[in-house]
């Protein structure tokens, strides 16, 4: 979709549209799994869920901020016909994700012991959630990945794509997470890791999904694997015009992290309640 011809309102709600669903799905990611958790694992899981969650977010929030830069330096080079400054952003971001995306994890990975004693985790719940926790951390460079191939192709004027992965994604979660906890159909019964591993393997299948498509139907935005390039004016550009957003992004985390503590103080019981309430939070955010 080209923005630069025919009536701008029109354009802009076309292109609007795809997001605007896209986040209803991404709420319905959220209540499928919280269902799952909170129907039939009980209160403890839930919670356990819940004290897990500031702390990927913190982790998203950094990724969120690099995506957008991307997004707008694409738009711009898309508009401008800067077509060799717009592969040179697409390697550089790639890689830039990429590699941060494998610290965060590794951060995350050594930290999570210490982030849960920090965020005062009630004993009962603890290990139940720190098992969560470095599971579900596994999800972020993929989720990363997923994230900047949207952005790419959001900022060459196609939001559609982006949204029917989406839709396969949350499809696929919601079928693969009674699987895996109840261990259905010869799948492994794994209980409240189940829904941490079916997230996994329904990122990785979005992700490479769209690997597999965009060389061949949107090839503009396709990173070269085979030959990598890194320009470090490039990515400091990204993350100087990414800060503010990651800056936003991350004092809304970082508040969540406190508030959960807060919360933490008065029991596994409070914190799956407040968990159950944070998805009620997001059905009326969504107009």
């Known amino acids: ?170 499809a696929l979660n919601a079928v693969l997470d009674p699987l895996l906890i109840f261990g259905l159909f010869g799948f492994p019964k794994l209980g409240l890791n189940g829904t941490a591993y079916a997230s996994i393997l329904v990122q990785a299948a979005g992700l490479l999904g769209l690997v597999i498509y965009i060389p061949y139907y949107r090839a503009l935005v396709s990173p070269d694997f085979r030959h990598p390039h890194f320009d470090l004016k490039t990515a400091w550009l990204l993350v100087r015009i990414g800060f503010p957003a990651m800056v936003q992004q991350s004092v809304v985390s970082v508040s969540m992290f406190f508030i959960v503590r807060f919360v933490s103080a008065f029991g596994a019981a409070a914190d799956a309640a407040f968990g159950a309430a944070l998805r009620i939070d997001q059905v009326a955010f969504l107009p």
């Open 1 to 170: 979709m080209d923005l630069t011809v025919g009536s701008i309102p029109r354009n802009l709600l076309v292109f609007s549209l795809p997001m605007l669903v896209g986040s209803v799905l991404q709420t319905a990611y959220s209540l499928v799994n919280a269902f799952w958790v909170g129907k039939y694992l009980g209160a403890d899981a839930l919670a356990a869920v819940t004290v897990s969650f500031p702390t990927v977010f913190v982790f998203i929030a950094l990724g969120i901020g690099l995506t957008i830069a991307t997004n707008i330096l694409i738009a711009q080079y898309v508009g401008a016909r800067e077509w060799d400054r717009l592969k040179n952003v697409v390697q550089t971001s790639s890689l830039l994700v990429g590699c941060l995306s494998l610290v965060f994890v590794a951060c995350g990975l050594a930290l999570a012991p210490a982030i849960l004693r920090m965020m005062s985790t009630p004993l009962e719940i603890f290990q139940p959630a720190l098992r969560y926790l470095r599971i579900f951390l596994w999800t972020i460079p993929l989720g990363f990945g997923i994230f900047l191939i949207g952005a790419m192709l959001r900022g060459i004027g196609d939001s559609r794509t982006p949204l029917y992965f989406q839709a396969v994604t949350v």
